[in-house]
């Protein structure tokens, strides 16, 4: 193995070869051979008792698991069905003094299905906390505004009048469009056909123009 240690992580490797070996100590194990972006690297995984079969909770020991993912066909030399775009994890570990790197399949681990009422009691708070949430109260709902007049001169300033009552321009365009008339060329020509600047109208103007909103053009 090359001196310089490749960074802890996830790869992808193809199986390059596989067999049985023993470690120093004696513990049988499997070695396999990886090509990881076009240099080898070799993973080892003991054989024993401990590390294969299952839990009795139905999980796969870690050996196990490796096995499983990669389809292991029983065999002697070991053959798998699943040898190519492998997917691999790398983690550094200290032995004998020296750091090395030490390489297993990932297979991200069996998922366990949550204790026993766990989404049950979930959903029910979710649905208590909706429930006594008020709900925001609907927006008001505001009159559209009468369309603005064309720009032109400003006109000469009108004499005082007294605070206005009754019909507004903004009510007369609503009463308009009530009426389904909203036709803008129709509005103009009725606020003409008053004979007096707008800012001079009267809510009886208003309320004539108004009325014009139901009688032919």
């Not at 505001?142 to 009552?165: E, F, I, T």
């Not at 507004?168 to 600047?197: L, Y």
Request: hydrophobic share 35%; with cysteine.
């Amino acid at each position: 193995m090359s001196t310089t240690l490749w960074p802890e992580g996830q790869y992808t490797g193809n199986i390059i070869s596989a067999e049985f070996t023993s470690a120093k100590t004696g513990t049988p194990q499997m070695k396999i051979i990886f090509d990881v972006q076009g240099s080898t690297r070799t993973m080892f995984m003991p054989l024993t008792d401990k590390c294969l079969g299952y839990a009795d909770d139905g999980r796969p020991n870690i050996t196990q698991q490796a096995l499983d993912a990669l389809r292991y066909n029983n065999d002697d030399p070991p053959t798998f069905g699943v040898s190519e775009n492998v997917p691999l994890y790398m983690k550094h570990d200290t032995y004998n003094g020296t750091v090395r790197e030490r390489w297993n399949v990932s297979t991200g681990g069996p998922s366990r299905p949550p204790p026993s009422g766990t989404v049950d009691q979930f959903l029910a708070k979710m649905r208590a906390i909706r429930s006594a949430a008020p709900l925001p109260p609907a927006p008001a709902k505001k009159p559209a505004p009468a369309p603005a007049k064309p720009s032109s001169p400003p006109p000469a300033a009108p004499p005082p009048q007294p605070p206005a009552s009754g019909m507004t321009k903004d009510e007369a365009w609503a009463r308009w469009e009530a009426a389904g008339v909203a036709d803008r060329n129709k509005w103009f020509a009725a606020i003409r056909e008053i004979d007096k600047p707008e800012s001079r109208f009267t809510p009886a103007d208003w309320e004539t123009v108004a009325d014009r909103a139901n009688l032919p053009f």
